[in-house]
């Protein structure tokens, strides 16, 4: 089991093996990421918390309060993930029903 790296904010840790290292909410496998793309979207924290019944509303605005003091780290996250970066990262192809195909090892 790897050990979290407490970060500046109390609710917000880094688990190297985890999740690729993001940051992630103590005790949880939720990111930073996650809870920013919500709220970025429209989602309240009370829209958030009733996706995530076991998060605290505190441990929400934690992982806002450490996006607004990471914006470029987090934003590179979000890019990094988006599945046009995923795909052309890894070589794989979407089809017309969305299925995704990865290329064969030689």
């Not at 979000?78 to 990865?102: Q, Y």
Request: some cysteine.
């Amino acid at each position: 089991m790897n050990a979290e790296t407490p970060t500046e904010h109390p609710h917000i840790v880094r688990k190297p093996g985890t999740c690729g290292g993001s940051p992630l909410i103590r005790g949880t496998r939720i990111t930073v990421r996650l809870i920013v793309e919500s709220w970025k979207a429209g989602d309240t924290v009370d829209d958030i918390i009733g996706s995530y019944p076991h998060l605290q509303p505190s441990w929400v605005y934690d992982a806002i309060s450490f996006y607004l003091d990471h914006q470029a780290e987090i934003e590179q996250e979000i890019t990094d993930n988006r599945i046009e970066s995923v795909l052309k990262e890894t070589g794989a192809v979407m089809d017309d029903k969305g299925v995704v195909h990865f290329p064969q090892g030689s």
